[in-house]
């Protein structure tokens, strides 16, 4: 299960963050996604050790902490998305799809004539359109 | 992993042992250590001690016990220190060969040995020790020393103690049997127990992991690392199966042994992979690991227990990361995909260690929440006493004692668990996982992770505050604030500012706390999810979840805080709230980084960007609060860099009596306005200002009062380059700008430009006209005093060149002055020429600058002073004067006022000298030069030697102004000497008053008769002066002015033929008249002249047109023609001219040498019969 996506801006700002918890963790969340910042980083500056192409931009695993697992994603335009999931056994192709969905949503938020590049996402419809694309991605799992 | 014992921590060592001969136990086993592989050696000094080596007595009739436990705890050392693999007995020979009692001893040595081992594989090895070679035993004795041991031929080895490399040989020898044998027993030991476990010949799962155990660690003894890896992991998983089945314990304490021999198998599992450079293959394992234990949790009450453990695995497992030398391979790329799904943090030991601190904290929680709730049934149960480690690892017993009967009795589960509280408690955990908090955060800082470190840093101030360590924590958490402030991460900085604020509540820091307070309330926090879930309280700060009540209530806290007026939550708090109320009234200091600008911003704008001085101007103060409720202000100072400027606003809805107390300075202006801030809307003043000083008028910094004790003072932005509210600047909101005139709040400036006030000092320069090279030029300079008094007035004098070049002469060999224009003195008034000795102190001259004081006028007087100008070239220059001055004699407000003032002055030449020879009249010498050079046109002028010639020097007035000349002259250089040379006479033009004065443009010509006395091709003929004064009416005291020219020098030369022609200066119509020409011949040639007349009608002449004749040398020849005019008025005589063979040059007179006036009768005056030769 998706416990938590997230859209982090160029700056390393918080442009997006939404947790699907029923637990109270938003702020652990929160850490988890920061530090995960680190190894976007990590990799993109040592490209080599990075994805199979330079225009890769699934940049997979993150790291395992504790209960989770971070999947990253980079747009062309360095905006990060992030995915905490519990789930253990994920299949590297849902991942793909799901980051491939997400970004479509993503780019018809930010086409929105009325919103600022940069700032943070409160469409109320990209919301409703991201929780649908998380609870699919149970679904295409299972 | 410094508490595993050694025998585990490191890979095993063979073990030998050798009895006897206690003389060569140092050498032999320092030699086995230093061998490779080392073997350690057992050295017993004498047989006696031999026991050691002996068995455990088992009753061979026992029925076999079911396995107790798993494994034994100090298997491992036994095999590590007390079984050895070899044992050798050293004879000395002379023992050997000696008398009987002492080959009894011998025998009865080796009978003893041979008991001791039995029942073991330990291979039996003789040795006998000769001091030399030559003490060598015989044969016999051999084989019979070899019989009574049992042993094969090659196992009876001879030592040679004395001779050096005798003694090297025999070590060696002995060491490559030792392991040889040593090798031969781990295996076959090894080889028993592996059939054991192939065959299945064991009754109980614990028995199979400890023969795996067994199997793997001989393996290890021989080195066989593949095998050892293999029975271990062999072991590890049927210890694994074995969780659910064994009944053998009670369940807690099963677990817990269950744990500790996995421990102990995944440490040696992962020593054995890492260090054969396994890393990804040991990742992999310690994943399994972890995950297959990381459910076995157990019962509620120990769940500490399995924490701590599970702890330790990511502690002991960071541990060996870190020390083993593995790298992570080069090969491995595409971290996190399907290719290869470990990542890079995974290989970091900081990583291990953070999550080790992690389960560490999990123990923590879980033991404090067994100790908040069971504390009852502790006290029940009582704490065991003298409760040991058993037998078998990871099993615990209580030693038993009654009278001298020692006894070991098991444990029951609710004993142990009292054993485990009791024993838990006594650690301090939180001192651990700092310290391991730390470790990983001085990994990951080094390895360039920000973040992760800053996490880090945030969980270790979290057990500083646990640990009531507050101000450690209050830095570690200050950095952290940090790193969130400048990515803007709003919910994770709300966590540390949280905890910033408790700790600066305890430390009793009141501005800290509201100042950490203010900044959590104006945080973008926008959201107000659900209620607070008090099970997760421990993950958030002490100021609760992030939401926009939290941020209301903070706020409130806060300013009930300032107005001294208890809140419940602060009341809560107690005592600590005192400490706040201490240190009141409170300031707080916005500056241009403070992360407080979001509580208030400070935006100030004038609307101009110059100002005249005490006329208003419009300034308009914005501020912005994004704290979440609104804020009045009672009372708003506006400081500017002239505090005459300062101004207060109060709140027009409050009563100005209550905010008298702050008004302790009456002088300052005060203005009411409505001073609500609403959050994230900008409050706009606009004031009319005043300033009645120049120079830069700034506002510094706004002051706000809230409440009684709170004051904020916030330095004051420009518009224009204010940056970004830090947190909200990616906040999704409506743009609102500072001042309603869009342009102003882009372009809008704190600063503001006071002019000078207006001088009310006249500067008046006056100048006539151009002036003139060479005089001193006057300038009168007047200041006069319309409005205000000069102090300290000094006036400075600039000369600049009009056209921008510079007024010196760059080349230093000007012969005279360098300076084209010069300042050559400032003169003062009449009246103060008795005080200009002191005056002349303070001015400074410099050629083309000056500085003069002014002296104190009052209202209506007036100071003036000349200016000398000099002018050495003509050259425009324009001239600046400035007067600086302070308007009142109080040196504290030195407010200086400058007038400037500027003039062009044209510098001009008066005179312009020009000069022109000329040849007496009909008179031509031949000068050579003329006729060679015709190309020539800039020769200079020739002369003939010893021939008086007219030099006419015109002097022209250029000016616009008229001149009086005094007197031309011309001074020949060099004084008396030359005389001889040439002489220069005036012979007229002569001045006198009538002809003194040359208007503009008229010339003045002086005549001067030149006689060079030396043929010299550059004679110099000397400088015209020319003296001159201003006509002007009132200038009688000017002083003449000399303008010189020199004149060009001559070329003076021999003629060598001069032609001179005699002709009356008149005739009368029809009477004849002789018309001669004369060629003198000067020189000593004989000379050929041709000559030719033509005719006019006017003349009838006698004489030849045409001819030629010759000129002896140094005599003169004469050409005469009789000539009547036969027509009235001047006339035309016929044109004679005559050439030299000798110098092809021919000459013609000129016409008007050549014309004569005829007369129509005889003329009346009685000027007749005088020469028309003009004899000079």
Known sequence: ?142 | MEDYPEELRTPPVSLACIVGCPELHQTISGFLHAEQPPINTLALPDFSKISLLARKQRDPLAPPQPAAGIFKRDWLLKHRTRVPAVAAALFRSDHVTGDPAQWLQVCTDLENLKSVLHGRNTRLVVVIVQTQVSDALSEDLMIALRKRAEIDAKHLIVFVQNDSSELRQSLNRLASLFSELCMTYYREEGRRIRIRVEKKTFTSTELNIRYCFKVAVYAEFRKDWAEALRYYEDGYRALREMTGTTTRLPPIQRLVEIKAVAEQLHFKISTLLLHGGKVVEAITWFHKHVTSYKQLVGVVEVAFLHWDWFSRQFLVFAELLETSSAAIPATLSHFGTSDNPLTEWEFQPAYYYQLAANYLREKRYSLDNLLSTSDLARKVAGVPESVIPALYLGQSARLFEEGDTVAVLPLSDAEYISYALAEAERYQDAYEIIALFRKAYESFNRRGAPRMACFCSSRMAKEYYAAEDYSNAKQLFESVAGLYRQEGWATVLWESLGYLRECSRKLGSAKEFVGYSLEMAALPILTDEGPEATESRRDYCPAGPATISRRVAIQEEVFALVTNAQTPEAEAGGESNLLLTKDLPLCLNIDLTSPLRIVLLASVAFHDQTVKPNSPTLITVSLLSQLALPVEIDLLEVQFNQPTCNFRIVDSQKDISTAAFILDDQDVRLETALLKLLPNKWLRLTYEIKSGQSGKLECSSIVAKIRKNLMISCQAESPATMEDLPMWKFEDRVESFPIKDRGLSFSGQKVIQVEEPEPQVDLILNSLGPALVGETFIVPVSIHSKGHEVHFGELKINLVDARGGLLMSPREAEPFDSHHVELVSISGTPEEEESQADIDNIRKIQHSFGVVSVPVLREGQSWSCNLEIKWHRPKSVMLYVSLGYSPSSDEATLQRINVHRSLQIEGKIPVIISHRFMAPFRREPLLLSKIKSLTISDQKESLAWNESSTLIVTARNSTEVPLRLTSMSIKLEGESDDKNFCSVHQIGGGISPENALLVPGEDFKGLFSVKPEIDCPKLGLGTVYVSWVRDSKRGENQHTIATRQRLPDINVEKPPLVVSMECPPHAILGIPFSFYVKIRNSTSLLQEIKYSLGDSQNFVLSGPHNHAAFVLPKTEHLISYKLVPLSSGPQQLPRITVASVRYSAALTLSVAAATVFVYPTEPKFGLEGSKSEVVV
């Open chain 1, 1 to 142: 299960m998706i416990v938590c996506v997230a859209v982090v801006g160029n700056q390393n700002n918080p442009v997006y963050l939404q947790s699907f918890t029923e637990a109270d963790d938003a702020l652990k969340l929160h850490h988890i996604v920061h530090c995960s910042l680190d190894v976007i980083d990590e990799r993109v500056n040592n490209p080599k050790r990075s994805g199979p192409t330079l225009n890769e931009t699934f940049l997979g695993l993150l790291y395992p902490t504790e209960n989770y697992k971070v999947y990253g994603y980079l747009t062309n335009t360095k905006v990060k998305f992030i995915m905490v999931t519990t789930d253990l056994d994920v299949k590297d192709a849902d991942v793909r799809n799901f980051f491939r969905r997400f970004h479509a949503a993503y780019v018809d938020a930010v086409s929105n004539p009325f919103h600022v590049p940069g700032k943070k996402i409160t469409s109320k419809s990209f919301a409703e359109r991201v929780s649908v694309i998380v609870k699919s991605f149970g679904s295409t799992a299972a």
